[in-house]
Protein backbone atom coordinates (compact mmCIF):
# COMPACT_ATOMS: atom_id res chain seq x y z
CA UNK A 1 0.00 0.00 0.00
CA UNK A 2 3.10 2.84 0.68
CA UNK A 3 4.48 1.76 -2.35
CA UNK A 4 1.10 2.40 -4.13
CA UNK A 5 0.70 5.85 -2.23
CA UNK A 6 5.09 7.01 -3.36
CA UNK A 7 3.87 5.94 -6.85
CA UNK A 8 0.97 8.23 -6.73
CA UNK A 9 2.29 11.23 -4.94
CA UNK A 10 5.29 11.85 -7.05
CA UNK A 11 3.81 12.16 -10.16
CA UNK A 12 1.42 14.84 -8.60
CA UNK A 13 4.08 16.47 -6.59
CA UNK A 14 5.79 17.24 -9.90
CA UNK A 15 2.53 18.29 -12.05
CA UNK A 16 2.25 20.70 -9.06
CA UNK A 17 5.85 21.92 -8.76
CA UNK A 18 5.57 22.92 -12.49
CA UNK A 19 2.11 24.36 -11.76
CA UNK A 20 2.97 26.64 -9.10
CA UNK A 21 6.51 27.73 -11.13
CA UNK A 22 4.31 28.50 -13.80
CA UNK A 23 2.67 31.08 -11.44
CA UNK A 24 5.82 31.78 -9.87
CA UNK A 25 4.79 30.88 -6.80
CA UNK A 26 7.12 30.39 -4.05
CA UNK A 27 7.14 27.17 -1.94
CA UNK A 28 8.67 28.15 1.53
CA UNK A 29 11.02 25.95 3.41
CA UNK A 30 10.76 24.85 6.77
CA UNK A 31 10.88 28.31 9.23
CA UNK A 32 13.49 28.53 11.76
CA UNK A 33 12.36 27.26 15.27
CA UNK A 34 13.59 25.29 17.66
CA UNK A 35 12.02 22.12 18.85
CA UNK A 36 11.87 23.58 22.38
CA UNK A 37 10.07 26.65 21.67
CA UNK A 38 7.68 24.46 20.37
CA UNK A 39 7.62 22.13 23.20
CA UNK A 40 7.05 25.19 25.30
CA UNK A 41 4.24 26.63 23.41
CA UNK A 42 2.14 23.22 23.21
CA UNK A 43 3.18 22.15 27.10
CA UNK A 44 1.37 26.25 27.49
CA UNK A 45 -1.45 25.85 25.45
CA UNK A 46 -0.42 28.64 23.53
CA UNK A 47 -1.84 28.98 20.19
CA UNK A 48 -1.77 27.60 17.50
CA UNK A 49 -2.09 24.70 19.43
CA UNK A 50 -5.32 23.49 20.81
CA UNK A 51 -6.65 22.83 24.21
CA UNK A 52 -4.71 18.91 23.90
CA UNK A 53 -1.62 20.04 22.92
CA UNK A 54 -2.32 19.69 19.29
CA UNK A 55 -1.60 21.87 16.22
CA UNK A 56 2.64 21.20 15.34
CA UNK A 57 1.60 21.83 11.98
CA UNK A 58 -0.04 24.91 12.20
CA UNK A 59 2.94 26.18 14.53
CA UNK A 60 5.44 25.89 11.86
CA UNK A 61 3.21 27.39 9.54
CA UNK A 62 2.67 30.62 11.89
CA UNK A 63 6.58 30.23 11.75
CA UNK A 64 6.55 31.03 8.10
CA UNK A 65 4.13 33.68 8.30
CA UNK A 66 6.42 35.28 11.39
CA UNK A 67 9.55 35.28 9.33
CA UNK A 68 7.86 36.45 5.98
CA UNK A 69 7.14 39.64 7.76
CA UNK A 70 10.15 40.37 8.75
CA UNK A 71 10.67 41.67 5.22
CA UNK A 72 8.95 45.09 4.53
CA UNK A 73 6.17 43.34 2.16
CA UNK A 74 2.27 43.26 3.68
CA UNK A 75 1.13 39.89 4.35
CA UNK A 76 -2.14 38.20 3.50
CA UNK A 77 -3.06 35.00 5.60
CA UNK A 78 -5.64 33.10 4.38
CA UNK A 79 -7.29 29.89 6.61
CA UNK A 80 -10.44 29.10 7.83
CA UNK A 81 -8.85 27.30 11.29
CA UNK A 82 -10.29 29.29 13.17
CA UNK A 83 -10.05 27.98 16.24
CA UNK A 84 -6.25 27.69 16.11
CA UNK A 85 -5.76 31.31 14.93
CA UNK A 86 -8.41 33.65 15.60
CA UNK A 87 -10.60 34.97 18.39
CA UNK A 88 -14.35 34.57 17.95
CA UNK A 89 -14.95 37.95 16.52
CA UNK A 90 -12.20 36.85 13.77
CA UNK A 91 -9.73 38.87 15.19
CA UNK A 92 -5.74 37.46 15.13
CA UNK A 93 -5.51 35.29 18.93
CA UNK A 94 -3.85 37.42 21.15
CA UNK A 95 -1.75 34.86 21.61
CA UNK A 96 0.23 35.37 18.44
CA UNK A 97 -0.51 38.93 18.46
CA UNK A 98 1.70 38.61 21.59
CA UNK A 99 4.24 37.11 19.87
CA UNK A 100 4.40 39.63 17.05
CA UNK A 101 4.58 42.28 19.32
CA UNK A 102 7.56 40.57 21.27
CA UNK A 103 9.32 40.59 17.62
CA UNK A 104 8.50 44.36 17.60
CA UNK A 105 6.65 43.26 13.83
CA UNK A 106 4.50 45.73 13.13
CA UNK A 107 0.46 44.33 13.67
CA UNK A 108 -0.39 46.20 10.07
CA UNK A 109 1.72 44.33 8.21
CA UNK A 110 -0.47 41.16 8.96
CA UNK A 111 -3.69 40.82 6.85
CA UNK A 112 -5.68 38.14 8.01
CA UNK A 113 -8.62 36.34 5.88
CA UNK A 114 -10.88 33.64 6.87
CA UNK A 115 -12.19 32.91 3.77
CA UNK A 116 -10.69 33.09 0.44
CA UNK A 117 -13.33 34.31 -1.55
CA UNK A 118 -13.15 37.47 0.23
CA UNK A 119 -9.76 37.69 -0.68
CA UNK A 120 -10.44 37.66 -4.29
CA UNK A 121 -12.94 39.75 -3.68
CA UNK A 122 -10.63 42.75 -2.65
CA UNK A 123 -7.66 41.63 -4.04
CA UNK A 124 -7.73 39.93 -7.36
CA UNK A 125 -11.13 40.75 -8.85
CA UNK A 126 -10.28 44.68 -8.99
CA UNK A 127 -7.41 43.97 -11.45
CA UNK A 128 -9.15 41.78 -14.09
CA UNK A 129 -11.29 42.70 -17.03
CA UNK A 130 -15.55 42.37 -16.59
CA UNK A 131 -16.98 40.57 -19.22
CA UNK A 132 -20.34 41.26 -19.00
CA UNK A 133 -21.83 40.14 -22.08
CA UNK A 134 -20.31 36.70 -21.48
CA UNK A 135 -21.65 36.45 -18.51
CA UNK A 136 -25.30 36.90 -19.93
CA UNK A 137 -24.73 34.48 -22.46
CA UNK A 138 -23.42 31.93 -19.95
CA UNK A 139 -26.37 32.65 -17.44
CA UNK A 140 -28.90 32.70 -20.10
CA UNK A 141 -27.90 28.69 -21.36
CA UNK A 142 -26.73 30.52 -25.08
CA UNK A 143 -22.96 29.69 -24.55
CA UNK A 144 -21.98 26.27 -25.89
CA UNK A 145 -19.02 25.41 -24.52
CA UNK A 146 -19.61 26.52 -20.68
CA UNK A 147 -22.65 25.23 -19.23
CA UNK A 148 -23.46 25.48 -15.13
CA UNK A 149 -24.79 22.89 -14.34
CA UNK A 150 -22.47 20.77 -16.34
CA UNK A 151 -19.41 22.81 -14.41
CA UNK A 152 -21.23 22.47 -10.92
CA UNK A 153 -21.83 18.85 -11.20
CA UNK A 154 -18.75 17.57 -12.65
CA UNK A 155 -15.73 20.14 -11.70
CA UNK A 156 -17.14 21.95 -8.69
CA UNK A 157 -18.98 19.49 -6.43
CA UNK A 158 -15.84 16.76 -7.07
CA UNK A 159 -13.35 19.25 -5.47
CA UNK A 160 -15.75 20.19 -2.76
CA UNK A 161 -15.83 16.23 -2.07
CA UNK A 162 -11.63 16.42 -1.94
CA UNK A 163 -11.59 19.59 0.75
CA UNK A 164 -12.35 18.90 4.21
CA UNK A 165 -14.90 21.82 5.62
CA UNK A 166 -14.87 24.04 8.76
CA UNK A 167 -17.50 23.32 11.49
CA UNK A 168 -18.80 26.87 11.04
CA UNK A 169 -19.67 26.54 7.03
CA UNK A 170 -21.67 23.68 7.85
CA UNK A 171 -23.40 24.44 11.34
CA UNK A 172 -21.91 21.70 13.17
CA UNK A 173 -20.87 21.49 16.68
CA UNK A 174 -16.88 21.14 17.03
CA UNK A 175 -17.66 17.28 18.24
CA UNK A 176 -18.38 16.57 14.10
CA UNK A 177 -14.68 16.26 13.47
CA UNK A 178 -12.73 16.84 9.86
CA UNK A 179 -16.25 16.60 7.95
CA UNK A 180 -16.05 16.94 4.11
CA UNK A 181 -18.97 16.65 1.76
CA UNK A 182 -19.11 13.09 0.27
CA UNK A 183 -21.75 14.00 -2.36
CA UNK A 184 -24.52 16.49 -3.16
CA UNK A 185 -27.73 16.75 -5.45
CA UNK A 186 -31.08 18.83 -5.56
CA UNK A 187 -28.59 22.15 -6.63
CA UNK A 188 -30.52 25.30 -6.80
CA UNK A 189 -30.25 28.80 -7.21
CA UNK A 190 -27.28 28.74 -9.37
CA UNK A 191 -26.60 32.18 -9.68
CA UNK A 192 -23.05 33.45 -12.20
CA UNK A 193 -21.71 36.30 -9.70
CA UNK A 194 -18.84 37.41 -12.08
CA UNK A 195 -16.78 36.59 -15.13
CA UNK A 196 -13.50 37.98 -15.87
CA UNK A 197 -10.55 37.44 -18.13
CA UNK A 198 -7.47 36.06 -16.93
CA UNK A 199 -5.73 36.13 -20.32
CA UNK A 200 -6.48 35.99 -24.06
CA UNK A 201 -8.14 32.52 -23.93
CA UNK A 202 -8.90 32.38 -20.25
CA UNK A 203 -11.41 33.71 -18.40
CA UNK A 204 -12.65 33.29 -14.30
CA UNK A 205 -16.09 32.52 -13.35
CA UNK A 206 -17.53 33.12 -9.87
CA UNK A 207 -20.79 30.91 -9.03
CA UNK A 208 -22.81 30.66 -6.19
CA UNK A 209 -25.78 27.95 -5.49
CA UNK A 210 -27.00 25.41 -2.70
CA UNK A 211 -27.61 21.88 -2.44
CA UNK A 212 -28.29 19.29 -0.02
CA UNK A 213 -25.00 17.86 0.98
CA UNK A 214 -24.15 14.22 2.72
CA UNK A 215 -21.52 15.52 5.16
CA UNK A 216 -18.98 12.51 6.48
CA UNK A 217 -17.45 12.64 9.69
CA UNK A 218 -15.58 11.68 12.62
CA UNK A 219 -17.12 11.41 16.20
CA UNK A 220 -15.63 9.87 19.38
CA UNK A 221 -17.95 6.74 19.87
CA UNK A 222 -18.83 7.99 23.79
CA UNK A 223 -20.48 10.94 21.99
CA UNK A 224 -21.76 9.39 18.64
CA UNK A 225 -24.04 6.66 20.76
CA UNK A 226 -25.25 9.32 22.66
CA UNK A 227 -25.94 11.31 20.15
CA UNK A 228 -30.17 12.06 19.10
CA UNK A 229 -30.24 13.07 16.00
CA UNK A 230 -32.09 11.19 13.29
CA UNK A 231 -30.46 12.22 9.90
CA UNK A 232 -27.13 10.60 10.78
CA UNK A 233 -26.35 7.61 9.17
CA UNK A 234 -23.51 5.06 11.06
CA UNK A 235 -20.83 4.28 8.19
CA UNK A 236 -17.98 2.77 9.89
CA UNK A 237 -18.70 1.87 13.76
CA UNK A 238 -14.97 0.86 14.21
CA UNK A 239 -13.43 3.30 12.24
CA UNK A 240 -10.64 3.36 14.78
CA UNK A 241 -10.27 2.77 18.77
CA UNK A 242 -11.14 6.16 18.94
CA UNK A 243 -13.99 7.10 16.96
CA UNK A 244 -16.72 6.14 14.42
CA UNK A 245 -17.63 7.61 10.46
CA UNK A 246 -20.88 8.53 10.06
CA UNK A 247 -22.63 11.16 7.91
CA UNK A 248 -25.00 13.42 7.79
CA UNK A 249 -27.58 15.34 5.78
CA UNK A 250 -27.48 19.63 5.03
CA UNK A 251 -28.16 21.92 3.21
CA UNK A 252 -25.22 23.70 1.59
CA UNK A 253 -24.40 27.11 0.43
CA UNK A 254 -21.54 26.69 -2.02
CA UNK A 255 -19.20 29.22 -4.38
CA UNK A 256 -16.60 28.69 -6.00
CA UNK A 257 -14.09 30.24 -8.76
CA UNK A 258 -13.09 27.99 -11.88
CA UNK A 259 -10.66 29.26 -14.51
CA UNK A 260 -11.94 28.06 -18.00
CA UNK A 261 -9.90 28.18 -21.15
CA UNK A 262 -12.16 29.44 -24.15
CA UNK A 263 -10.21 28.37 -26.87
CA UNK A 264 -12.15 25.64 -27.72
CA UNK A 265 -13.91 22.59 -26.42
CA UNK A 266 -10.64 19.96 -26.63
CA UNK A 267 -8.52 22.64 -24.94
CA UNK A 268 -10.87 23.59 -22.48
CA UNK A 269 -8.57 23.33 -18.85
CA UNK A 270 -10.03 23.32 -15.68
CA UNK A 271 -8.55 24.46 -12.48
Not at 73 to 90: A, L
Request: glycine share 4%; proline share 3%.
Amino acid sequence: MHEWIAKQVFPYRQELMVKLGVQEVEVLSYPNVSHESLVRKATQRKKPFSEKGEGYRDALIWGNVKEALLDDDPIYFITNDESDFYNKDGSLHSDLVDELKEKDICLNKLHIYNDLSKFNDDHVKPSLDELNDLKERISSGGHDEIVLDFLIEKVIIPKISEQQLSNRQIGLDDCFEEPSVISGGNIGNVNLLDVRRLSENEVVLWICFDMDATVGFFMVKGMWYALDSINTDLISPDWNERVVFASINVPLDCSAYISVNTDNERRRRWK
